[in-house]
Nanobody
Framework: QVQLVESGGGLVQAGGSLRLSCAAS????????MGWFRQASGKEREFVAA????????YYADSVKGRFTISRDNAKNTVHLQVDSLKPEDTALYYC?????????????????????????WGQGTQVTVSS
């Protein structure tokens, strides 16, 4: 059974940092594209960042570019999201997601990887709350 378990969320002041982690029970983790999404209260789930199976390609939502960094450790079946310079509007439940569909430099693939429907597996989320 596939499990994605997020951790690392918490309450932090504006300008602070957190390191979110996602541990995946995927036998062939290194073949999966991994993504992070977030959902604020009363809003739709939105794309945050994605990383290709080998870690070569990374993409970010415009709202987090330059502040968030996605990375992965295929030897440990883990993907991380370093979140810096946090703002109150970053407050949300952050989800990890996985798919066997590829992520590369093609614009169509990149666009698809920002959509929730591109992913097959989801974690339960970790809450990030940023106070002003």
């Amino acid at each position: 059974q596939v499990q994605l378990v997020e951790s690392g969320g918490g309450l932090v002041q504006a300008g602070g940092s957190l390191r979110l982690s996602c541990a995946a029970s995927l036998r062939t983790f290194s073949t999966y594209t991994m993504g992070w999404f977030r959902q604020a209260s009363g809003k739709e789930r939105e794309f945050v960042a994605a990383i290709s199976s080998g870690g070569v390609y990374t993409y970010y939502a415009d709202s987090v570019k330059g502040r968030f960094t996605i990375s992965r450790d295929n030897a440990k079946n883990t993907v991380h999201l370093q979140v810096d310079s946090l703002k109150p509007e970053d407050t949300a439940l952050y989800y990890c997601a996985a798919t066997l569909r590829p992520l590369n430099s093609r614009s169509a693939t990149i666009r698809s990887a920002t959509m929730t429907g591109y992913y097959d597996y989801w974690g339960q989320g970790t809450q990030v709350t940023v106070s002003s």
